[in-house]
């Protein structure tokens, strides 16, 4: 059965402490690993799609990279303004999508 | 612009309302998805249009019934609403069967 699992559930770092949430996924052929961000009340807000395992992908303090079992976020040198749940998702099939519980973010001045 | 737009942005509404959400997206996309959302809890699937076709419904109970008017536009109506119904519904879409989904803002709805 295809699945994601984030990890930590929740984690708070100092501004300017760099980290990493891991997404760990099962999914029979791979279609898409997606990242998004979600503010409180919001839609969550696309950040990445990572295809096969190696690649890797960059947007300001974040990037995303892509193992054949999980991904990994990577935030350096934090801000406030980069506190928010981060989720991870696979496709299920041709139009599903399989969300992780998501990483709750909070970045203290 | 990768924009999806959902109005109205807060619904309060009784057990025995009919309702409507909407949602509009100008990017082309081909299919078009409603999800609920809890607090605390990722995305939840409810209903899928691919080509203005309904494609999938995840065991939806009737009292919510998708339409999509054309390409561009998907409505969510409801009807006799249960207060457990409260959530934050998300429209999103996607320019065909591969690639990411882009979520508009979402609709807080409130079931007294």
């Known amino acids: 059965e295809d699945q994601v699992t984030q990890s930590p559930e929740a984690l708070r770092l100092q501004e300017g402490e760099s980290s990493s949430l891991n997404c760990s996924y099962t999914v029979s052929g791979l279609r898409g690993l997606f990242w998004y961000r979600q503010d409180p009340g919001k839609g969550p807000e696309f950040l990445f799609t990572?295809?096969?395992a190696g690649e890797e992908k960059e947007k300001e303090r974040l990037k995303a990279t892509l193992t054949k079992k999980e991904s990994f976020l990577h935030i350096t040198a934090p801000k406030p303004e980069d506190s928010a749940t981060y989720l991870c998702?696979?496709?299920?099939?041709?139009?599903?999508?399989?969300f992780g519980q998501g990483t709750r973010l909070t970045i203290n001045p | 612009d990768t924009e999806v737009t959902q109005t109205p942005k807060h619904l309060v509404m009784g057990m025995t309302n009919k309702k409507s959400l909407k949602c509009e997206q100008h990017m082309g996309h081909r299919a078009m998805y409603w999800y609920k959302q809890k607090a605390k809890k990722p995305p939840e699937l409810m209903f899928v249009?691919?080509?203005?076709?309904?494609?999938i419904n995840e065991s939806v109970p009737s009292r919510f019934s998708p339409e999509c008017p054309n390409s561009s536009l998907l409505n969510l109506h409801l009807h006799a609403l249960q207060p457990e119904d409260s959530a934050l519904y998300l429209c999103?879409?996607?320019?065909?069967?591969?690639?990411?989904?882009?979520f508009g803002p979402g609709t807080r709805l409130t079931v007294l």
């Open positions: 249009y691919s080509y203005e076709k309904l494609s």
């Open positions: 990572l295809y096969s």
């Open positions: 999103a879409s996607r320019l065909d069967m591969g690639g990411e989904q882009f």
């Open positions: 998702a696979v496709h299920r099939g041709a139009q599903k999508l399989v």
